[in-house]
């Protein structure tokens, strides 16, 4: 009874969700104006929104022109709906918990395709995920605790950012990206160097008075990415030999969680700032879009650490076997990662239990 309400719920929340996806990277409210047929411009009627079977009924045709309707809109109600039944099953309680699954799942879909449309994954959404999770996990502790959510959330963010520096520094052959004003990519890696050596808030604190140095000359002070990715190796180096106050995987955790601060609060900065000539000039090569980091933000704060971990390796996973199957396009990694998140969300737990003590660790 409860996973037959929850598909009809999740197909009308799947058709909201076509608008969300057509109509919120064009910049255009998802409220208003009313839904129109994009070939004739008339006004759809409540007969025409019934999810999936007003499709079927007008044979994927708009009962007005005869234009046809693409077959990708059924297709997100039933997808959002089947979702949303298998939510239900897998956590049969009608209560906020299922609320926030269901939340959590219309997020990832929304994200994810728009990030196959337009190659973005748009603010309002990773960084309202991101504050649903932390909220989530602060009130009703759903699905993990409020110090895994908000520690998930940084780490996250921070593994990725990283991962995106290393990658970039690879790609260009050791030089340094563009110096971001006031805040910019490197004040991530020079937090990570930091915190490395010395712990996550003198990361952060050195961060900030980068910042403030920059701010106080009016341009960007050259932070090499070489040196700073360099500087954190090393410290996570000299930490495993036992010289340093902190041990090795509190040397790997603090750079974790001082980067994805940084990144997640630089890229808050970058969100809310009106509008400028961003992107245009953007023809360095980058490994990873930073959108990817948002997004792990939000997932990290949805499922804690050791999750998010699975969440990435499912990505990992389904992208490199899609992206055999599909070679003809390329595909962004936002949905691979939604993919992720949502197995992680009911399984990842487990998983890291098993595979702990497989290792003999727990
Ligand atoms: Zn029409």
Not at 13 to 21: D, E, I, R
Not at 86 to 97: E, Q, S, T, Y
Not at 139 to 148: N, Q
Not at 238 to 252: D, N, R
Request: aromatic share 12%; proline share 6%.
């Amino acid at each position: 009874m409860l996973v037959f309400f929850a598909f009809v719920v999740g197909a009308v929340v799947g058709s909201f969700l076509n608008v969300v996806v057509y109509r919120l990277p064009a910049g255009e409210s998802v409220v208003h104006p009313p839904s129109r047929c994009p070939s004739c411009g008339h006004r759809l009627g409540p007969l025409d929104m019934v999810p999936i079977l007003s499709w079927l009924a007008f044979r994927g045709r708009c009962r007005y022109c005869g234009a046809p309707v693409s077959a990708r809109y059924p297709l997100v109600e039933a997808l959002t709906g089947g979702l949303f039944a298998l939510a239900a099953w897998l956590h049969p309680v009608p209560d906020v918990g299922l609320l926030l699954a269901w939340g959590f799942t219309a997020l990832l879909i929304a994200l994810s395709f728009i990030d196959i449309d337009h190659y973005i994954l748009p603010d309002s959404l990773t960084y309202g995920g991101l504050a649903l999770g932390l909220l989530g996990a602060a009130i009703w502790a759903f699905p993990v605790g409020w110090s895994e959510a908000w520690q998930g959330a940084l780490a996250a963010a921070g593994l990725l950012a990283l991962i995106g520096g290393f990658a970039n520094l690879v790609l260009r052959r050791g030089a340094s990206g563009r110096p971001g004003f006031p805040v910019g990519l490197e004040h991530v890696y020079l937090a990570a160097a930091v915190a490395a050596w010395f712990g996550w808030g003198w990361g952060v604190l050195a961060a900030a008075a980068a910042v403030a140095v920059n701010l106080a000359r009016r341009r960007p002070l050259p932070l090499p990415d070489a040196l700073t990715l360099g500087a954190a190796v090393l410290g996570v180096l000299v930490a495993s030999y036992g010289v340093l106050p902190l041990g090795v995987l509190e040397s790997v955790w603090a750079m974790l969680l001082a980067a994805g601060a940084v990144a997640l609060a630089g890229g808050l900065y970058w969100a809310l700032l009106p509008e400028e000539e961003e992107e245009e000039e953007d023809e360095e090569p980058v490994a990873m879009g930073f959108g990817d980091v948002k997004l792990a933000g939000m997932l990290g704060a949805w499922l804690g650490f050791g999750p998010f971990l699975v969440a990435l390796a499912v990505a990992v996973f389904a992208g490199a076997v899609l992206g055999l199957l599909f070679r003809r396009r390329k595909l962004p990694f936002g949905p691979y990662l939604a993919l992720g998140g949502w197995v992680a969300l009911w399984w990842g737990a487990s998983w890291v239990q098993a595979y702990l003590a497989y290792l003999g660790l727990s």
